[in-house]
């Protein structure tokens, strides 16, 4: 342990993604990824978001009366998040998460494919997983919109996840949505 895969969004990265969110750019996405996550999981219910970046998904989980924690490698990113939030937030890699077994669900939007060689993060969202728990998945489908540049197939998101959750794979073009529930 001790090490992992990320890719770093510095005090620039965290300024530019910021106005992409205020252009509600990828608002329609976040929506999605909350349908999913209401279909699996009640509110009320403790919900993990691994990657949250500036908050705008947790500001909307909490709104949903969800009980959230974020966990991102940015500090530049958590310090816009805390500024839409009252979530705990964590500074940390998805390959050691806080907490084991303390949440319903997980979620990651537009962050599994930071993460390299995914099987030490894949992991360790399942021990922070309770049994039975979700794991809700987002990614742009490169297999069909090949434009978007950081995403992923879904092979690729099947086979990293199939190793501890019982993974089911929705394509809605542009995106992919895993929902994976703990063995
Ligand atoms: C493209 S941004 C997405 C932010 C947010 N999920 C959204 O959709 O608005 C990716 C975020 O994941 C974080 N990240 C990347 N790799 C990570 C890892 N291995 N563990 C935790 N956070 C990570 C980055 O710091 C960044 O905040």
Redesign the pocket.
Known sequence: MGY??????DEEG?QM?EWL?RLRL?EW??RIALRELEAAAPRGSRVL??????G??LELLERRGYRAVG????PA?LRRAKRRTSADLLV????RLPLRGAFDAAL????LH??GDHSS?IDSVARALRPGGVFVVLEADLSRAPAAG?GCTPECLRGALEGKFDVEVKRRWPLLIARAVRR
């Open positions: 992992g895969y990320f890719e770093y969004f965290a993604y969110v990828f996405a976040y978001e691994i990657g949250p970046g500036i705008r998904v966990v991102d490698v940015s990113m940390g890699g998805s390959w990651a939007v537009f962050v930071h993460w993060s950081h």
